[in-house]
């Protein structure tokens, strides 16, 4: 692990600075959003600019690389960037920050695209999973340190607009004054949608209601906490938590993906995150069980987005799993742009505690879907035949998520290779005897 963090430091250094830009201006839109006036429904449109400008780039940008450079893109997305982090609290209107959101949703998906095209070509096939571990928890340090840097300053003031357009600027130095040669850009052609609905129905539909969940909890969590009456420093715990507790819960259950029926496994991952969710919204108005029930939304929600590639891998050829990344990443887009917008309707017409019943629901969903497909189609993978678990968090870009399935790839073919040579000793040892 040491030694990948040697090759790319400056790969690292510069997305925890870019990470910490993007943690800080979405929960900062949210609070001073209240603090402004607007409407529930405005924040959520808000909101789900960002996505809609994050899946628009995952298919622009690519041929932008491709027509130009890595270097321009990557230098004239960061520009953009910091040039609407300091226009938001200056044009204080829904209409402009909806423009800025979807602007910065663009941006921020192509400047991910780059620097991952760079950090993807300095890994060699033995460090690249080791890699992708290293970037995921750059990524969610990034956006936990960012909610307390919202503590050191006024939500209603420019300051806190203009630290995380300095660190976006100076997250580019690093990166650009590091690397080397940019490397050929080519992602792999899109999986045909009903090819991959065919393979796996309910990684398809456990990503679409994911999508949900997840813009709901980056997008609309400040608006919930500032519309609930809480406090800047209870906010930025509650976001915190997302990430953290999603941490540390990636790797056992990854673990435990490896070593099961992984339709189990999501069916349980998703219920419990519904309970939790459930939890706040039976029991609202209480910080503590807020709190619980973000970690334990949090804890499953996350884990659930890579759980389910790797379940869909399990039925996927393998020439065809390096293609279903950009399937994945349209169906999830898709949910995550509906997400605050549903949210919002809900939020405006029974309250702003059924933000927690939104969330309850579309993880309930995935669970009773899961179940039902359980009836539906008998496993027929063993669990010496599961494709291994790679972490990958559920705002990964074509890259990213590119790169998991090619480490996916590789754990089975190397799994391949070792069941051949146990099954060649085998049968040597039979022949001695």
């Known amino acids: 692990m040491l030694d990948v963090f040697r090759n790319s430091w400056a790969l690292f250094l510069g997305m925890f600075l870019l990470m910490i830009g993007?943690?800080?201006?979405?929960?900062?839109?949210?609070?001073?959003?209240?603090?402004?006036?607007?409407?529930?429904?405005?924040?959520?449109?808000?909101?789900?600019?960002?996505?809609?400008?994050?899946?628009?780039?995952?298919r622009l940008v690519p041929r932008l690389i491709r027509s130009v450079g890595h270097v321009r893109v990557f230098a004239a997305l960061g520009s953009m960037i910091s040039a609407v982090l300091i226009l938001y609290p200056a044009l204080t209107d829904p209409i402009a920050w909806t423009i800025g959101?979807?602007?910065?949703?663009?941006?921020?998906?192509?400047?991910y695209i780059t620097a991952e095209?760079?950090?993807?070509?300095?890994?060699?096939?033995?460090?690249?999973?080791?890699?992708?571990?290293?970037?995921?928890?750059?990524?969610?340090?990034?956006?936990?340190?960012?909610?307390?840097?919202?503590?050191?300053?006024?939500?209603?003031?420019?300051?806190?607009?203009?630290?995380?357009?300095?660190?976006?600027?100076?997250?580019?130095?690093?990166?650009?004054?590091?690397?080397?040669?940019?490397?050929?850009?080519?992602?792999?052609?899109?999986?045909?949608?009903?090819?991959?609905?065919?393979?796996?129905?309910?990684?398809c539909t456990g990503m679409f209601l994911l999508g949900g969940v997840?813009?709901?909890?980056?997008?609309?969590?400040?608006?919930?906490?500032?519309?609930?009456?809480?406090?800047?420093?209870?906010?930025?715990?509650?976001?915190?938590?997302?990430?953290?507790?999603?941490?540390?819960?990636?790797?056992?259950?990854?673990?435990?993906?490896?070593?099961?029926?992984?339709?189990?496994?999501?069916?349980?991952?998703?219920?419990?995150?519904?309970?939790?969710?459930?939890?706040?919204?039976?029991?609202?108005?209480?910080?503590?069980?807020?709190?619980?029930?973000?970690?334990?939304?949090?804890?499953?929600?996350?884990?659930?987005?890579?759980?389910?590639?790797?379940?869909?891998?399990?039925?996927?050829?393998?020439?065809?799993?390096a293609a279903a990344s950009g399937g994945f990443l349209f169906i999830n887009g898709v949910g995550a742009i509906a997400g605050p917008i549903l949210v919002g309707v809900i939020m405006d017409g029974f309250g702003v505690h059924a933000y927690w019943l939104f969330v309850a629901v579309l993880m309930m969903a995935i669970a009773v879907y899961g179940l039902w497909r359980m009836t539906?189609?008998?496993?027929?993978?063993?669990?010496?035949?599961?494709?291994?678990y790679a972490p990958v968090m559920a705002q990964a870009s074509p890259v990213m998520v590119e790169t998991a399935q090619e480490v996916y790839i590789e754990a089975e073919e190397e799994a391949i290779d070792e069941r051949a040579s146990d099954e060649e000793e085998a049968a040597r040892v039979e022949v001695a005897k």
């Open 22 to 58: 993007n943690g800080l201006q979405g929960t900062l839109l949210g609070l001073r959003g209240d603090i402004e006036g607007f409407s529930t429904f405005q924040m959520s449109i808000i909101m789900a600019a960002y996505f809609a400008g994050f899946l628009f780039s995952s």
């Open 214 to 321: 997840f813009s709901a909890q980056f997008g609309m969590l400040a608006v919930y906490g500032a519309q609930a009456g809480l406090t800047v420093a209870q906010v930025s715990v509650l976001v915190s938590a997302t990430y953290i507790s999603a941490l540390f819960l990636q790797y056992p259950i990854g673990w435990l993906s490896d070593r099961m029926d992984r339709r189990v496994l999501i069916v349980i991952a998703a219920a419990v995150g519904g309970v939790g969710a459930l939890l706040a919204f039976v029991v609202p108005g209480i910080y503590v069980l807020t709190l619980v029930s973000t970690v334990i939304v949090g804890g499953m929600s996350n884990p659930l987005y890579a759980l389910l590639i790797a379940y869909a891998n399990d039925h996927l050829d393998r020439a065809d799993m």
């Open 117 to 203: 095209s760079w950090l993807n070509d300095a890994s060699t096939n033995e460090m690249r999973g080791k890699s992708l571990s290293v970037y995921m928890i750059v990524q969610m340090a990034g956006i936990v340190v960012a909610q307390y840097i919202i503590l050191l300053g006024d939500v209603s003031g420019f300051i806190l607009f203009i630290i995380p357009s300095v660190l976006v600027s100076i997250s580019f130095a690093p990166i650009l004054l590091s690397v080397g040669k940019a490397p050929q850009f080519e992602l792999t052609k899109p999986l045909p949608i009903r090819q991959l609905i065919d393979a796996s129905p309910l990684a």
């Open 101 to 111: 959101r979807l602007i910065f949703g663009f941006c921020i998906c192509g400047v």
């Open 376 to 388: 539906r189609r008998q496993t027929t993978t063993s669990v010496e035949d599961l494709v291994s």
